[in-house]
């Protein structure tokens, strides 16, 4: 659906045109993986999939939320009061747009009320950040159509505080700065700790390189209880190393670092995310240097560390990996946050349809349902449309 169709969609619910339409990716990560919420390195870019919303403003302190993604777009307009929405107070979808709407006015912004329509192609439940990207769409609409003046990394800061807080899932901070702040051609090399950013070429398409998402169709959820584990495991982990965040235990002293823990699985955490920050820079100093195809076996190694130390990966996942490399790809990861979702897959462009076919009979020996495969393309991030 695009920009026209869903301001025609909103006139239909609303009885009048809205103020404008925008725009905000979903996001792959390339490299970086539970390194966001422990003052890391990420490195995502934008996708083409992106949430659309269609926003008008309104003075009575009602917020009135539609999405053209839920029961086929046939469901009710949602109604909230601005002054009852309350933090885990909402189970559905609309814990995401209210989520921000909440966040805003918690940090002294007067928003006096709005009627949304949404609708996303961001696969859900796939590791792809189609909350984000709801967020995002929304804050960007509220910013500009109140004249807030706040910029991208404050939004994504705003939105991240919704989802943690109001949602109740503990995610970083780069799914929202990454819907906010990706450009068009590049990855985006991200301090999660300070929020400096880097744009990063990212052109496979001109080296004969393409960059294939599997979504397993195995859906995941961020605020189920694994992901809220893993996360105090690190910060134990940093207390126990006496630092403020696992960021700051250097690579080089990784051994010894991990010599003064006694919690093998502890010790296992702090491994993958000292190792993980690492290969993000890596990566960037081979992209810098002109060298994409050597990040492959970054790539593959980050994902053997989220298999083995992090303990986030399952079979459909493995199974991508697996088939993909056998099949001739350069490199292979899981990305998200795991539990299920996509897989990325780095192939020479004249090899992806030899990997798709390889990755799609693998899953069909081993019973699983066929898997959704398409070229991840870097993108814009989150604009107004009209």
């Not at 009048?16 to 990420?42: Q, S």
């Not at 989802?163 to 450009?183: F, H, L, R």
Request: proline fraction near 4%.
């Amino acid at each position: 659906m695009g920009a026209q169709q869903v301001a025609e969609r909103f006139a239909e619910l609303y009885g009048a045109r809205p103020e404008g339409v925008w725009a905000a990716p979903g996001r792959v990560n390339l490299i970086g993986e539970h390194t966001d919420y422990n003052d890391g390195f990420v490195m995502p870019f934008a996708l083409p999939h992106q949430a659309l919303a269609a926003v008008s403003r309104r003075t009575d302190g009602v917020l009135r939320l539609h999405s053209a993604d839920i029961d086929g777009g046939t469901a009710a307009v949602t109604e909230l009061r601005l002054d009852a929405l309350a933090p885990q107070s909402d189970e559905n979808w609309t814990a995401y747009p209210a989520g921000v709407v909440w966040a805003l006015r918690e940090a002294g912004h007067e928003i006096t009320g709005a009627d949304v329509h949404l609708s996303s192609s961001v696969p859900t439940g796939a590791g792809l950040s189609s909350s984000a990207a709801l967020e995002v769409v929304i804050a960007l609409a509220l910013n500009d159509l109140y004249a807030l003046g706040l910029h991208r990394w404050k939004l994504a800061r705003l939105c991240q505080r919704a989802e943690n807080v109001y949602v109740g899932a503990p995610t970083g901070i780069m799914d929202q700065t990454a819907s906010a702040c990706c450009e068009q051609g590049h990855a985006l090399f991200l301090d999660t700790r300070d929020l400096s950013q880097r744009q990063i070429p990212f052109d496979l398409a001109a080296e004969g390189l393409r960059l294939l998402v599997v979504d397993t169709q195995v859906k995941h959820a961020h605020s189920g209880g694994e992901y809220g584990k893993r996360r105090a495991g690190c910060e134990k982990g940093a207390a126990l190393l006496g630092v403020d965040a696992l960021r700051d235990v250097p690579y080089a002293d990784l051994d010894s670092s991990l010599a003064r823990l006694g919690d093998e699985g502890v010790v296992r955490l702090v491994r993958h995310v000292v190792t993980e920050n690492h290969r993000v820079e890596r990566v960037v100093s081979l992209l810098r240097s002109g060298e994409a195809r050597a990040i492959g076996p970054v790539l593959t190694e980050g994902h053997a560390s989220l298999r083995d130390d992090f303990r986030v990966s399952c079979p459909e996942l493995d199974l991508v990996v697996d088939a993909a490399l056998t099949a001739g790809a350069l490199g292979a990861r899981m990305t998200g946050g795991g539990f299920g979702g996509a897989a990325i897959v780095l192939t020479e462009a004249t090899d992806v349809d030899t990997v798709t076919k390889a990755t799609e009979e693998a899953f069909a020996a081993s019973g699983f349902p066929n898997p959704r495969v398409f070229e991840a393309v870097p993108s814009p991030g989150a604009r107004r449309l009209s």
